[in-house]
Nanobody, 119 residues
Framework: QVQLVESGGGLVQAGGSLRLSCVAS????????MGWYRQAPGKQRELVAT???????NYADAVKGRFTISMDNAKNMVYLQMNSLKPEDTAVYSC?????????????WGQGTLVTVSS
């Protein structure tokens, strides 16, 4: 059974830092990319950052220079280091994994972890 589990969310003051972690299990094929997405109350889910297996990264403009995504291919884990947090970063953060199985790209999602940034 494919499962992604996030951890590291919580309450932090503006200007503070948090590190999110996500571990993927049950995926027997190499993961080609992982990413973090977020959904704030009343808003649509949006991309935060993605990273490919070779290490290419992509960030939303809103987090560039503040967030850093990294991936441990051997452990099927992805991390999101979030610095200089702002109240507008408050959201449920979910991780995503993309992998090739049977010639078809598939993706899996975690349940999410809540990040709350107080002003």
């Amino acid at each position: 059974q494919v499962q992604l589990v996030e951890s590291g969310g919580g309450l932090v003051q503006a200007g503070g830092s948090l590190r999110l972690s996500c571990v993927a299990s049950g995926i027997t094929f190499p993961i080609s990319a992982m990413g973090w997405y977020r959904q704030a109350p009343g808003k649509q889910r949006e991309l935060v950052a993605t990273i490919t297996r070779p290490g290419f990264t992509n960030y939303a403009d809103a987090v560039k220079g503040r967030f850093t995504i990294s991936m441990d291919n051997a452990k099927n884990m992805v991390y999101l280091q979030m610095n200089s947090l702002k109240p507008e970063d408050t959201a449920v953060y979910s991780c995503n994994a993309e992998y090739l199985a049977g010639g078809v790209y598939r993706e899996a999602w975690g349940q999410g972890t809540l990040v709350t940034v107080s002003s």
